[in-house]
């Protein structure tokens, strides 16, 4: 019972750290910094910003994916003792936010930097109907999709890691 409440303290300050983390990266710093260089008006600002918010959506995916790793291999020696649904229900929301961190930085943020190596060029001269910078924006919005289906799968993993439930009781949350 010590060893649940140990686990369920660590997940919810876990979880709360890389959501906070997640929600202002994505609310707040990405949107900011793409604003800022485009109003200092200078001829790259799309590529830099860019370069800005790879480096620090990698930390947030690395985050996103190590966190849900660890809680997930925890979750299953800690938590016998509650209601099945409760249980099964946290490691798939940890399992997909691992799954949509670790694509999004391991497929999708690497074939962006490729993208973005081919095109020889600061991204925002080339052509807009050019197909790499069409193939470009097409990962850029599954990026942002990953990024959020990984944002309600921890809401989700919090959650149900708050859940006071045993087997046979009922559930408070």
């Known amino acids: 019972m010590r060893g649940q409440k140990i686990f369920k303290t660590l997940a919810q300050l876990l979880l709360g750290v890389w959501l906070g983390a997640a929600i202002f990266f994505s609310a707040a710093v990405a949107p900011n910094v793409f604003a800022v260089l485009r109003g200092a008006g200078l001829a790259d600002a799309n590529s830099l910003a860019g370069s800005i918010i790879t480096r620090l959506l990698a930390i ?6 190590e966190i849900s790793i660890f809680l997930l291999v925890m979750s299953y020696f800690t938590t016998f003792g509650q209601a099945k649904w409760i249980r099964i229900g946290g490691m798939i929301s940890l399992a997909i936010m691992g799954i949509m961190t670790g694509i999004g930085h391991w497929v999708i943020a690497a074939r962006m930097a490729a993208l973005r ?3 020889q060029l600061p991204i925002d001269q080339i052509a807009a ?3 790499r910078r069409t193939a470009f924006n097409s990962l850029h919005r599954y990026s942002v999709l990953f990024l959020a289906v990984a944002i309600c799968s921890a809401v989700a993993g919090f959650i149900l890691t708050s859940a006071r439930s045993t087997r046979g009781n009922k559930t408070s949350l």
Request: glycine content about 16%; hydrophobic content about 35%.
């Open 117 to 119: 190596a081919s095109m």
């Open 60 to 65: 947030i995916n690395h985050g996103g994916f």
């Open 129 to 131: 109907d050019d197909p």
